[in-house]
């Protein structure tokens, strides 16, 4: 099998040294060249033509989102983003992801990271997936965030979107039952909430759990970012508060969301326990917990990722009262591993293209 062509793109010159030996170790992979700023490097990915970029997002004369959209526009290549935690940074990340990147790996401390080898396997894993993506893809959902965000602008109300669904149909499988919705995304998840969540209106009938696999210190920003683009509010869950209908709680980043009875009502439950399917968040660990919730229909939302994350918090659902279940299409998910996963565990109701899973969400509700 053909090695995996790697193009290093960092300003800091122990840093591109840093990564090339970390890559070197993988004997799927071959550093092909290294770029200093933005400019160098979509002059040496038109000639060395790369399978994949690894871009620092903080750079001087182009930074890394400039040269992102340069590079999809000029030379598509799957991009991973190398970023750090500083709100600047998490902030250019997620503009990021809307542009085409394929995904990123967090630094551990700032731009020069001499702890980078704690970050290494992941690297590895992003690189060898970002490898295997469709790059034409990865245009097209960056074209379709903004034409989901158009299109969804124009409802003003739940009455417009729903007005073509049978009424008795779509409320007899909860008649009786509260609702909830869990969603579960890991790679490519960001662009995929966005698509979701911008097309929910404010006054749904539900609380929204989500698990969006990604490092302490992103998530808040994710929020804060989906929050100021959404009907609904959507925030970083935080211990202790009660859930509410209209409000989507993401889970931080580091930590396993969960929920707890408090009198009548549930509240937010984090904690710091082992790592489930390598992740902290869980996906499983969410629904596990959700399944608890006795008088509630779940309305389960698999998106992309990598992995199988999801696949036995479903049938821990499916156990323990009403679900509809809804999986990303393998033509709109960057990675088709967990929704894939969750197709073959035969709960999933209904498959579905990113851009119309908001509108079978509120079929439900």
Same mark, same amino acid.
């Given at each position: 099998m053909?090695?995996?062509?790697?193009?290093i793109?960092?300003?800091? &010159?122990?840093m591109r040294k840093?990564?090339?030996? +970390?890559l &070197?170790e993988?004997?799927?992979?071959?550093v092909? %060249?290294?770029?200093?700023? %933005?400019?160098d490097?979509i002059?040496?990915?038109?000639?060395?033509?790369?399978d994949?970029v690894t871009?620092d997002?903080?750079m001087p004369?182009m930074?890394g989102?400039?040269?992102?959209n340069?590079?999809?526009?000029?030379c598509p290549?799957a991009v991973?983003?190398?970023?750090?935690?500083?709100?600047k940074?998490?902030e250019?990340? +997620?503009?990021?992801?809307n542009?085409?990147a394929?995904d +990123?790996v967090?630094?551990?401390? @700032? &731009?020069?990271s001499?702890?980078?080898?704690?970050i290494?396997k992941?690297?590895?894993?992003?690189i060898?997936?970002?490898s295997r993506?469709?790059v034409?893809?990865?245009?097209?959902?960056?074209?379709?965030?903004e034409?989901?965000?158009s299109?969804w602008?124009?409802?003003?109300n739940?009455d417009s979107?729903?007005s073509s669904?049978?009424?008795?149909?779509?409320?007899?499988?909860?008649y009786?039952y509260k609702?909830i919705i869990?969603?579960g995304?890991?790679? @490519?998840?960001?662009?995929?909430?966005?698509?979701v969540l911008? %097309?929910?209106?404010?006054?749904?009938d539900a609380p929204?759990?989500?698990?969006?696999?990604?490092?302490p %210190?992103?998530t808040?920003?994710?929020?804060?970012?989906?929050n100021s683009?959404c009907?609904i509010?959507?925030?970083e869950?935080?211990?202790?508060?009660?859930i509410q209908k209209?409000?989507?709680y993401?889970?931080p980043?580091?930590?396993?969301?969960?929920?707890?009875?408090?009198?009548?009502?549930?509240a937010?439950l984090?904690?710091q326990?082992?790592?489930?399917n390598?992740?902290r968040p869980?996906?499983?660990?969410l629904?596990?917990s959700v399944?608890?919730?006795n008088?509630y229909a779940?309305? &389960?939302?698999?998106?992309?990722g990598? @992995?199988?994350?999801g696949?036995?918090g479903?049938?821990?659902?499916?156990?323990?009262?009403?679900?509809?279940?809804?999986a990303?299409?393998?033509d709109t998910?960057?990675?088709f591993?967990?929704p894939?996963a969750?197709i073959?565990?035969k709960?999933?109701?209904?498959?579905?293209?990113?851009?119309?899973?908001?509108?079978?969400?509120?079929s439900y509700?």
């Amino acid at each position: 099998m053909d090695k995996v062509k790697v193009l290093i793109v960092d300003d800091s &010159a122990f840093m591109r040294k840093l990564i090339s030996e +970390f890559l &070197a170790e993988d004997s799927r992979m071959e550093v092909i %060249g290294t770029a200093r700023n %933005g400019i160098d490097a979509i002059e040496k990915i038109k000639t060395l033509k790369p399978d994949v970029v690894t871009l620092d997002v903080e750079m001087p004369i182009m930074d890394g989102l400039e040269a992102l959209n340069r590079i999809m526009n000029e030379c598509p290549t799957a991009v991973v983003m190398l970023s750090s935690t500083t709100k600047k940074g998490t902030e250019n990340t +997620f503009a990021a992801m809307n542009s085409g990147a394929f995904d +990123f790996v967090a630094k551990p401390s @700032g &731009a020069i990271s001499l702890d980078l080898h704690k970050i290494k396997k992941e690297l590895h894993e992003k690189i060898m997936a970002a490898s295997r993506a469709n790059v034409h893809k990865l245009e097209k959902n960056a074209r379709n965030i903004e034409r989901c965000l158009s299109v969804w602008g124009e409802y003003s109300n739940i009455d417009s979107i729903v007005s073509s669904i049978n009424e008795k149909n779509r409320r007899k499988w909860f008649y009786g039952y509260k609702k909830i919705i869990v969603i579960g995304t890991s790679t @490519g998840g960001p662009r995929a909430l966005q698509t979701v969540l911008t %097309g929910l209106p404010v006054d749904i009938d539900a609380p929204i759990l989500i698990v969006q696999h990604m490092p302490p %210190g992103f998530t808040k920003s994710l929020a804060t970012r989906l929050n100021s683009l959404c009907k609904i509010k959507v925030k970083e869950a935080e211990e202790g508060e009660l859930i509410q209908k209209g409000v989507a709680y993401i889970a931080p980043g580091g930590y396993h969301l969960k929920v707890r009875k408090v009198g009548m009502s549930w509240a937010i439950l984090l904690d710091q326990s082992e790592l489930r399917n390598g992740h902290r968040p869980s996906v499983d660990v969410l629904m596990e917990s959700v399944s608890e919730m006795n008088g509630y229909a779940k309305i &389960a939302v698999i998106m992309t990722g990598m @992995g199988m994350d999801g696949s036995k918090g479903l049938t821990k659902l499916k156990h323990k009262g009403p679900l509809k279940a809804i999986a990303e299409s393998q033509d709109t998910s960057i990675v088709f591993g967990m929704p894939k996963a969750a197709i073959n565990t035969k709960l999933i109701d209904r498959i579905e293209d990113v851009e119309k899973i908001a509108r079978a969400v509120i079929s439900y509700c």
